[in-house]
């Protein structure tokens, strides 16, 4: 069984910094993508950024403002999203996502967290 666990949300006032966490745990054995996604109420769920063994792709909206990074070596399985310049339209449920085949594939087979609360408010 393979657990995904997220953390690091909250509340923000805009031009705050947030970052999130994330760790990729039990019977996997090799990890391709590790990205972070995020839903609005009354959106759909949308790529943030994501990593995998050619680079990072990260959405127009947070280029220049959000980093992503994995861990490495026995860190390997984290993924952590370093968010600076919130903005309202920042607010939203950030889910992590594990993939072991092509990004493509992540959202449809990859393992996902539970999700965390960010809120940019002031």
């Known amino acids: 069984q393979v657990q995904v666990v997220e953390s690091g949300g909250g509340l923000v006032q805009p031009g705050g910094s947030l970052r999130l966490s994330c760790t990729v745990s039990g019977s996997i054995f090799s990890i391709n993508t590790m990205g972070w996604y995020r839903q609005a109420p009354g959106n759909q769920r949308e790529l943030v950024a994501v990593i995998t063994r050619s680079g990072t792709i990260y959405a127009d909206s947070v280029k220049g403002r959000f980093t992503i990074s994995r861990g490495y070596a026995n860190a390997k399985n984290t993924v952590s999203l370093q968010m600076n310049s919130l903005k309202p339209t920042d607010t939203a449920v950030y889910y992590c996502?594990?993939?072991?085949?092509?990004?493509?594939?992540?959202?449809?087979?990859?393992?996902w967290g539970q999700g965390t609360q960010v809120t940019v408010s002031s």
């Open positions: 996502n594990a993939g072991v085949g092509p990004l493509a594939d992540a959202t449809r087979f990859g393992y």
